[in-house]
Nanobody, 127 residues
């Protein structure tokens, strides 16, 4: 059974950091591109960051560029999103998603391109 489980969300003060984890089971991440999305109340799901199946190519939305870092640990079958310099604007539910990809350096930013989704983890940035 294919499953993605996010963890690492929580409450953090402005300027703080969090590391989100996306652990995969039922498949190996080596052949999957992964995306991190966020969604606020009444808003659509937007891509924050994405990584290719090889891990060699990454994407960051302009709003997080220079603050967030996405990376894969294939040994742990987990993808991480390191979030630094957090602001209240980053408050949202964060989701990871996976899609099988034969293209080692392609990433994807449209939610409809992904096949599997985690349950989401809440990130709240507030003083």
């Amino acid at each position: 059974q294919v499953q993605l489980v996010e963890s690492g969300g929580g409450l953090v003060q402005p300027g703080g950091s969090l590391r989100l984890s996306c652990a995969a089971s039922g498949f190996t991440l080596d052949n999957y591109a992964i995306g991190w999305f966020r969604q606020g109340p009444g808003k659509g799901r937007e891509a924050v960051s994405a990584i290719s199946s090889s891990g060699g190519s990454t994407y960051y939305d302009d709003s997080v560029k220079g603050r967030f870092n996405i990376f894969k640990n294939n040994a742990k079958n987990t993808v991480y999103l390191q979030m630094n310099g957090l602001s209240p604007d980053d408050t949202d539910v964060y989701y990871c998603a996976a899609v099988p990809s034969p293209y080692p350096n392609n990433w994807f930013v449209a939610s409809h391109e992904y096949d599997y989704w985690g349950q989401g983890t809440q990130v709240t940035v507030s003083s």
